[in-house]
């Protein structure tokens, strides 16, 4: 064998240690790239929690500007792989996202890409205005004030759900809601109408009719109740004294009725003056309830209404110690002497 061949032999085991180291180290940085991606898209990445709030029109230069911003992520450039690879910049959708702890990117871009919005609770009470609704509800949602106030005025849409514009608003029951954040004005009106039927179930409907009441009727005398005490146990028993007026044609008289019809919620003492005034929410001057609700009863006032407690009474006034309750009295005599008690305690505060 000649010495060339010899030479071409022993130069072909080296050549294939060259490729196995080759292709071994092809595979090391292949495992480490492989494993670099594996930990841009699975590893936690969230810095801090944040409600992330995306607005209408919003850019991905935003979106990454309120993360930065915030010291959101643990990472960025994970964040700014995942959502190339995802297409995230050409499918931003509007919405409050919740970042939690334990989320890792790509979680994090397919709750964003998806629009896997995170609720939050909206909460309206001791509400009297639609103004005050208004105003309550829009620092929750998208829904601005103007837009909800609207709601009140489009007479399209209170016929769709079945109500006059007096009566519209016993469609809207104070409580806590879930709510997206995205909620539109016309949506939230379709939400409270689904609360509102689901209130009124079958058991709640037999008792208004028992009382020969309509279902805004009761809400309307609710919205008495709740605005004449603050004492959740004295309710029923204010309910059933209105309710004993109704039954024997007497005007109802509620001083709350008068404050609405004048417009000044502040008044502490009503006075002959208010009393003369035109208003069809005026009860010492109309007979029988007024067209709407004075407030937005919560839906404890209309239970009261409907569990009313039965007695005689049809006469009540304020307690001389101010405690928030009141005395009640079946005649005009002994009501007459707990009213100038009242106004004996008041004259001695000056109150006006």
């Not at 979106?63 to 995942?82: C, H, I, Q």
């Not at 379709?190 to 805004?216: C, G, I, V």
């Not at 959740?232 to 019809?261: C, F, H, M, S, W």
Request: charge should be positive.
């Amino acid at each position: 064998m000649s010495i060339e061949k010899k030479s071409k032999i022993m130069l072909l085991p080296k050549a294939g240690k060259f490729i196995i180291i080759a292709v071994a180290v092809a595979f090391l940085l292949a495992g480490f790239r492989a494993y670099q991606l594996y930990q841009f898209i699975f590893r936690e990445n969230v810095k801090n929690e944040f409600v992330l709030y995306i607005p209408l029109s919003s850019t991905f230069q935003q979106v990454t500007d309120s993360l930065v911003t915030n010291d959101v992520l643990l990472s960025m450039k994970a964040f700014r792989w995942v959502t190339k690879k995802k297409d995230f910049a050409r499918n931003i959708k509007t919405g409050r996202y919740q970042l939690k702890k334990g989320m890792n990117t790509n979680q994090i871009v397919n709750t964003l890409k998806g629009g896997l919005q995170t609720p939050l609770n909206v909460t309206f009470n001791n509400v009297r205005t639609k103004e005050e609704l208004a105003g309550k509800v829009s620092k929750y949602l998208i829904a601005d004030s103007l837009s909800i106030l609207k709601l009140f005025s489009d007479s399209t849409l209170i016929k769709k759900y079945g109500f006059t514009s007096e009566t519209f608003r016993t469609m809207f029951l104070p409580n806590t809601y879930q709510f997206y954040w995205t909620t539109t004005a016309d949506e939230f009106a379709e939400r409270m109408k689904t609360e509102y039927d689901k209130f009124w179930n079958a058991d709640r409907r037999k008792k208004a009719e028992n009382q020969k009441l309509s279902l805004p009727e009761v809400t309307t005398l609710a919205s008495i109740v709740q605005a004449e005490t603050v004492k959740k146990d004295e309710q029923r028993r204010i309910a059933g004294l209105y309710l004993n007026r109704l039954r024997k044609g007497q005007l109802l008289q509620a001083d709350p009725t008068v404050k609405y019809a004048v417009g000044d919620f502040t008044l502490k003492r009503v006075l002959n003056v208010h009393l003369q005034t035109e208003s069809p929410y005026n009860t010492y001057k109309h007979a029988g309830l007024p067209p709407g609700p004075i407030n937005f009863p919560e839906t404890t006032s209309i239970d009261a209404v409907l569990n009313y407690e039965k007695h005689n009474y049809i006469y009540m006034c304020a307690k001389e110690d101010f405690s928030g309750y009141h005395n009640f009295a079946v005649s005009l005599d002994e009501h007459n002497r707990y009213a100038a008690k009242y106004r004996r305690e008041l004259d001695k505060l000056n109150i006006k």
